[in-house]
């Protein structure tokens, strides 16, 4: 699906942002207006902009960019924005589309700071296609946790924490990582990764 919209630019400063991703040395990124972020669906997107001189570029979701921004919008890093035109148009027409790179190499698996056996949060990185769910393993079987708008799927009562993860992407390709320990605030990678699209 195509989509079309403006692109306008900002400092991204480390290039961490909504997504809660943290610091980045890539700063081919962007932040997606706030209907198609989807409550943070978008965070770790792949995306391919257009300008309408021909020109492209791909970025990563990182961020969330609020109202005004409107629906097909792309507020890109200053870096990003650079590689389609000059920075001083500040504002151009593009259309972009979701797309599915060769990098990263595997995915990666985050805990959120403060979690527990009796409650955590946990999050994907690296992923080379948009994650739909994340499940845990319990002993009724798999729980499909709730995503926050800050880019963390939730267990509010510790159910499946530590266990044995299954993240599906929106291709429907399912992933289950096992023997992710339960390492509050450190990055787990995983070995794995979604197939290309």
């Not at 709730?146 to 799927?153: A, C, E, L, V, W």
Request: aromatic share 8%; glycine share 10%.
């Amino acid at each position: 699906m195509t989509y079309h919209g403006v692109a306008t630019s900002y400092a991204a400063g480390d290039g961490s942002g909504a997504c809660l991703y943290g610091p980045s040395g890539d700063l081919m990124i962007a932040a997606m207006n706030h209907t198609d972020y989807e409550s943070a669906k978008a965070c770790g997107s792949y995306v391919l902009v257009r300008a309408a001189n021909g020109v492209s570029v791909t970025v990563r979701i990182v961020n969330e960019c609020p109202l005004p921004c409107a629906p097909g919008q792309l507020d890109l890093s200053n870096e990003a924005f650079a590689e389609l035109a000059d920075p001083s148009l500040g504002r151009i027409p593009i259309t972009w589309t979701l797309v599915s790179p060769g990098a990263p190499d595997a995915i990666s698996i985050r805990y959120k700071a403060g979690s527990t056996k009796w409650w955590c949060g946990i999050q994907v990185i690296g992923h080379r296609n948009p994650v739909a769910t994340l499940e845990v393993r319990t002993a009724n079987g798999w729980r499909r946790l709730s995503r926050t708008d800050y880019n963390y799927f939730l267990s509010p009562d510790g159910s499946g924490c530590g266990g044995a993860i299954r993240v599906t992407d929106i291709y429907g390709e399912q992933l289950v990582l096992d023997g992710v320990a339960l390492k509050p605030d450190v990055v787990q990678p995983a070995r794995v990764q979604f197939a290309r699209h």
